[in-house]
């Protein structure tokens, strides 16, 4: 059994309690545009009675051309997830890429999440430690499962003691990345909650040139395995309309389409739990 603890005040994780929804849009795309998928989204989840935790990055540093959107930066970020907070009502979760972003970062979310190319550093793992905050850290798509054991270590000796693990597939090149389901239990062994990110893990890395691809048409299915695996929360990145995302269109499950994956989402996780 994983570790229990609260997320914030009411949204506990780990252990026996229901897979955690961590759901948004890849990127802030403009303050009314978070506010307005957070307020649906909510309402998908209280009628599916899920907890949830809303994403969405004030940064996207590891684009594929430096001509890609990257967000709002980090102050007008931090200001929209504030509001997405005190007016939805929700906690929030954001990616930082920089020990110079994490004091910031540490003062308005919930969980700061570590990238997946990143979890190895170090002097990042620790600043974000030492805020006392939730830290989720992606598996990189170059580990194996049971390496996480030393992100472990560092976030623990560094006094964390609220950590999330998520899985998002593994890359063997040739633009693809491939689930290894065993290894999501085997993540789950290491005694922390595991969160499986569905929409990351049909990614397509740089399958489109100058830009990643995505097959988002296949992201059901795999969370729908996952949550018969068993998982502590489910990650995806969603939008009105993954056509016009100025960030990860082709990953994304499309709004009016979450709360029926989701409610078989429920169902399977009935049986992994």
Same mark, same amino acid.
């Given at each position: 059994?994983? *570790?229990?603890?609260?997320?914030?005040?009411?949204?506990?994780?780990?252990?026996?309690?229901?897979?955690?929804?961590?759901?948004?849009?890849?990127?802030?795309?403009?303050?009314?545009?978070? %506010?307005? &998928?957070?307020?649906?989204?909510?309402?998908?989840?209280?009628?599916?009675?899920?907890?949830?935790?809303?994403?969405?990055?004030?940064?996207?540093?590891?684009?594929?051309?430096?001509?890609?959107?990257?967000?709002?930066?980090? @102050?007008?970020?931090?200001? %929209?997830?504030?509001?997405?907070?005190?007016?939805? #009502?929700?906690?929030?979760?954001?990616?930082?890429?920089?020990?110079?972003?994490?004091?910031?970062?540490?003062?308005?979310?919930?969980?700061? $999440?570590?990238?997946?190319?990143?979890?190895? $550093?170090?002097?990042? =793992?620790?600043?974000?430690?030492?805020? #006392? *905050?939730?830290?989720?850290?992606?598996? #990189?798509?170059?580990?194996?499962?049971?390496?996480?054991?030393?992100?472990?270590?560092?976030?623990?000796?560094?006094?964390?003691?609220?950590?999330?693990?998520?899985?998002?597939?593994?890359?063997?090149?040739?633009? @693809?990345?491939?689930?290894?389901?065993?290894?999501?239990? *085997?993540?789950?062994?290491?005694?922390?909650?595991?969160?499986?990110?569905?929409? &990351?893990?049909?990614?397509?890395?740089?399958?489109?040139?100058?830009?990643?691809?995505?097959?988002?048409?296949?992201?059901?299915?795999?969370?729908?395995?996952?949550?018969?695996?068993?998982?502590?929360?489910?990650?995806?990145?969603? &939008?009105?309309?993954?056509?016009?995302?100025?960030?990860?269109?082709?990953?994304?499950?499309? =709004?009016?389409?979450?709360?029926?994956?989701?409610? *078989?989402?429920?169902?399977?996780?009935?049986?992994? &739990?």
């Amino acid at each position: 059994m994983t *570790k229990q603890f609260l997320i914030s005040n009411d949204v506990p994780i780990g252990g026996k309690f229901p897979p955690v929804l961590f759901a948004g849009p890849c990127v802030i795309e403009g303050e009314e545009m978070a %506010i307005s &998928h957070a307020k649906q989204i909510f309402t998908i989840a209280k009628i599916l009675d899920m907890p949830f935790v809303f994403k969405a990055s004030y940064d996207k540093a590891n684009r594929t051309s430096l001509d890609s959107y990257r967000g709002p930066g980090l @102050r007008k970020g931090l200001e %929209i997830l504030s509001r997405v907070q005190s007016e939805i #009502g929700v906690p929030v979760i954001t990616d930082a890429h920089s020990v110079a972003e994490i004091e910031a970062v540490g003062k308005v979310v919930d969980v700061i $999440q570590i990238p997946a190319f990143l979890c190895r $550093q170090t002097d990042l =793992l620790v600043a974000a430690a030492q805020t #006392g *905050k939730t830290v989720n850290v992606k598996k #990189g798509q170059f580990l194996a499962p049971q390496d996480m054991s030393n992100v472990i270590g560092k976030l623990t000796e560094s006094g964390c003691e609220r950590i999330l693990l998520t899985e998002r597939g593994t890359s063997f090149g040739y633009n @693809r990345l491939t689930v290894d389901f065993a290894g999501v239990v *085997k993540m789950r062994q290491l005694g922390m909650p595991v969160v499986f990110d569905a929409t &990351h893990s049909i990614q397509l890395p740089g399958g489109a040139g100058k830009v990643s691809s995505g097959e988002g048409q296949y992201a059901k299915y795999l969370a729908w395995a996952a949550a018969a695996v068993g998982i502590d929360g489910l990650f995806v990145e969603v &939008h009105e309309d993954p056509n016009i995302a100025k960030s990860d269109g082709p990953n994304m499950i499309k =709004l009016s389409e979450l709360e029926a994956i989701l409610s *078989k989402f429920k169902a399977y996780a009935a049986i992994g &739990h």
